[in-house]
Nanobody, 131 residues
Framework: AQQLVESGGGSVQAGDSLRLSCAASEFRYTCYCMGWFRQAPGQEREAAAG????????YYADSVKGRFTISRNADKNTLDLQMAALKPEDSAKYYCWRDRVGQGTCEGLIAGRVKADFGQWGLGTQVTVSP
């Protein structure tokens, strides 16, 4: 069964808002990193936002800072990404991700210093922003 299932994608216009949600299966670890990554056609996958479950500290890529908000509901095992002031360059397939890494690595993943070629991935949800 898929461990992470995204929903909430769609087609919107520039300036609109959209909320993505990720339903996660039970994870045997208490402290771990969860995040949202995105990939546009012909481009490399990049991190958008992440959160460390112990303490709840969140991290954002510079390109989305101030516009996106990541949140986690531990009781419901969900991870949301509230996106506001969307731009055409935000168009991409958005993926939910998690792995048992430390807080420093979590920060590094979102900052792009660490490559996320490990962990659990969802199948993604498409976000398209028209000018």
């Amino acid at each position: 069964a898929q461990q992470l299932v995204e929903s909430g994608g769609g087609s919107v216009q520039a300036g609109d808002s959209l909320r993505l949600s990720c339903a996660a299966s039970e994870f045997r670890y208490t402290c771990y990193c969860m995040g949202w990554f995105r990939q546009a056609p012909g481009q490399e996958r990049e991190a958008a936002a992440g959160i460390y479950t112990c303490g709840g500290r969140s991290y954002y890529a510079d390109s989305v800072k101030g516009r996106f908000t990541i949140s986690r509901n531990a009781d419901k095992n969900t991870l949301d990404l509230q996106m506001a002031a969307l731009k055409p360059e935000d168009s991409a397939k958005y993926y939910c991700w998690r792995d048992r890494v430390g807080q420093g690595t979590c920060e590094g993943l979102i900052a792009g210093r660490v490559k996320a070629d490990f962990g659990q991935w969802g199948l993604g949800t498409q976000v398209t922003v028209s000018p």
